[in-house]
């Protein structure tokens, strides 16, 4: 089923994209419906998350789907030698889409192979997350009132951070210019360099972070050092604290400017931040309940004609 699946951003159009913030734009103005009633939905997530998961099982809840899954794949065969091929053939007798965030770079393209059910990437190792980007899309639209040509800061861990691949992927339609601001050990990766390169996106590098740096920024999205990828524990050790967002920092900072974040934060924005109007990144994770209802219907085969049109509306 690997037509209805989503693996990675860069399966879709620019048109596509649209179409699908267009759809979480009516997700956000009535979020709870009945368009999924009967319909069963799998969270199955091989590595921690807060956000991701529990905002995909309330999109399902809030669109009347019934949700089954595991956190942990501790409680699960897998911990009895069962292969994720099996894993997948089995929930896919039971639910109509699979959503699954797994610690191997490629689990998902592989499990989209296997499966006869749709199966959406909520995040495969340090390689692509596309859910996360499509709430990036809506709230970088939501806050600049546009996605074209924004200058878009991506600060910390670029080089491990899934988020800031996929989203450089979707913005390729966009006519972005990057800021890459890391440590020579978290730098962006040499193959997405290549890929702004083949798409004629404009990138700077900086390893400065300072106010100065910052001040063109339309969005600035930062990032945490992604401790579990590192195979040395000294090396996180060297760049964990590399980047701190501090306040005197925005002193500069354009009136339109916004920071993002995938969220954890564990050292990277400091918290006097949150209530000054640059911080967004509650809102940010906010949208990810509209845009993940946004994926499940599209998965599902439900058009933005059909949510228009919807008269399930719970008031
Ligand atoms: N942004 C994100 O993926 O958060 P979680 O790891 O909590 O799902």
Same mark, same amino acid.
């Given at each position: 089923?690997?037509?209805? !699946?989503?693996?990675?951003?860069?399966?879709?159009?620019?048109?596509?994209?649209?179409?699908?913030?267009?759809?979480?734009?009516?997700?956000?103005?009535?979020?709870?419906?009945?368009?999924?009633?009967?319909?069963?939905?799998?969270?199955?997530?091989?590595?921690?998350?807060?956000?991701?998961? #529990?905002?995909?099982?309330?999109?399902?809840?809030?669109?009347?789907?019934?949700?089954?899954?595991?956190?942990?794949?501790?409680?699960?065969?897998?911990?009895?030698?069962?292969?994720?091929?099996?894993?997948?053939?089995?929930? !896919?007798?039971?639910?109509?889409?699979?959503?699954?965030?797994?610690?191997?770079?490629?689990?998902?393209?592989?499990?989209?192979?296997?499966?006869?059910?749709?199966?959406?990437?909520?995040?495969?190792?340090?390689?692509?997350?596309? !859910?996360?980007?499509?709430?990036?899309?809506?709230?970088?639209?939501?806050?600049?009132?546009?996605?074209?040509? #924004?200058?878009?800061?991506?600060?910390?861990?670029?080089?491990?951070?899934?988020?800031?691949?996929?989203?450089?992927?979707?913005?390729?339609?966009?006519?972005?210019?990057?800021?890459?601001?890391?440590?020579?050990?978290?730098?962006?990766?040499?193959?997405?360099?290549?890929?702004?390169?083949?798409?004629?996106?404009?990138?700077?590098?900086?390893?400065?972070?300072?106010?100065?740096?910052?001040?063109?920024?339309?969005?600035?999205?930062?990032?945490?050092?992604?401790?579990?990828?590192?195979?040395?524990?000294?090396?996180?050790?060297?760049?964990?604290?590399?980047?701190?967002?501090?306040?005197?920092?925005?002193?500069?900072?354009?009136?339109?400017?916004?920071?993002?974040?995938?969220?954890?934060?564990?050292?990277?924005?400091?918290?006097?931040?949150?209530?000054?109007?640059?911080?967004?990144?509650?809102?940010?994770?906010?949208?990810?309940?509209?845009?993940?209802?946004?994926?499940?219907?599209?998965?599902?085969?439900?058009?933005?004609?059909?949510?228009?049109?919807?008269?399930?509306?719970?008031?």
């Amino acid at each position: 089923m690997e037509n209805n !699946s989503l693996v990675t951003i860069a399966k879709y159009s620019k048109e596509k994209l649209l179409y699908l913030i267009e759809m979480a734009r009516e997700f956000e103005k009535h979020p709870n419906r009945r368009l999924l009633e009967g319909r069963v939905v799998a969270t199955l997530f091989f590595e921690p998350s807060t956000r991701t998961r #529990l905002s995909f099982e309330t999109a399902a809840n809030r669109l009347g789907a019934r949700v089954i899954g595991f956190a942990d794949p501790k409680v699960t065969s897998n911990t009895k030698g069962e292969t994720l091929k099996d894993t997948i053939m089995m929930v !896919s007798n039971y639910a109509d889409v699979i959503i699954m965030r797994h610690f191997l770079e490629g689990a998902a393209q592989y499990a989209s192979e296997v499966s006869p059910v749709p199966v959406v990437n909520a995040g495969d190792g340090a390689n692509q997350h596309p !859910s996360q980007t499509m709430l990036d899309l809506y709230t970088i639209a939501q806050t600049q009132g546009t996605l074209e040509n #924004l200058s878009i800061y991506l600060v910390g861990d670029l080089k491990y951070g899934r988020t800031v691949h996929s989203l450089l992927t979707a913005m390729r339609h966009f006519n972005p210019t990057f800021h890459f601001i890391a440590p020579d050990e978290l730098a962006m990766p040499k193959y997405y360099k290549m890929y702004c390169e083949e798409h004629h996106i404009r990138y700077v590098e900086h390893q400065d972070f300072d106010a100065d740096t910052i001040a063109g920024a339309d969005i600035l999205y930062m990032t945490r050092v992604q401790r579990e990828r590192f195979t040395d524990l000294m090396e996180y050790e060297r760049v964990k604290d590399a980047y701190l967002l501090k306040r005197d920092m925005l002193a500069k900072a354009r009136q339109n400017m916004k920071i993002l974040h995938p969220l954890p934060r564990v050292n990277e924005i400091e918290y006097s931040i949150d209530d000054t109007p640059y911080a967004y990144y509650f809102q940010q994770a906010r949208n990810g309940l509209y845009a993940r209802q946004a994926l499940i219907c599209d998965s599902l085969g439900i058009t933005l004609e059909e949510v228009k049109n919807d008269k399930t509306i719970i008031a």
